[in-house]
Nanobody, 121 residues
Framework: QVQLVESGGGSVQAGGSLRLSCAAS????????MGWFRQAPGKEREFVAS????????NYADSGKGRFTISRDLAKNTVYLQMNSLKPEDTAVYYC??????????????WGQGTQVTVSA
């Protein structure tokens, strides 16, 4: 059974930092792109960042460029999202996701359960 388990969310003040983790299990992810999405109350889920499991190529939404860094640890089967200089508008539930590169474009094959990030002014 494939599982993506997020951790590391919490409450911080503006300007602070958090590191989210996504532990992936249940299959080999070598052909997958791993990503982070977020959903704020009353808003649609939006893309934050992604990384190719093989090769490590990254991509970021404009909202996180220069502040967020996505990385992966192949030995631990874990993807991270380091978030610095957090702003109140970063408040959201953050979800880990996996997309099979060889599958339908943009189709998310697996989602995590989400972790809450709250940034106070």
């Amino acid at each position: 059974q494939v599982q993506l388990v997020e951790s590391g969310g919490g409450s911080v003040q503006a300007g602070g930092s958090l590191r989210l983790s996504c532990a992936a299990s249940g299959r080999t992810f070598s052909t997958y792109v791993m990503g982070w999405f977020r959903q704020a109350p009353g808003k649609e889920r939006e893309f934050v960042a992604s990384i190719f499991w093989t090769g490590g190529k990254t991509n970021y939404a404009d909202s996180g460029k220069g502040r967020f860094t996505i990385s992966r640890d192949l030995a631990k089967n874990t993807v991270y999202l380091q978030m610095n200089s957090l702003k109140p508008e970063d408040t959201a539930v953050y979800y880990c996701a996996a997309n099979n590169v060889g599958g339908a474009p943009g189709k998310i094959d697996y989602w995590g359960q989400g972790t809450q990030v709250t940034v106070s002014a």
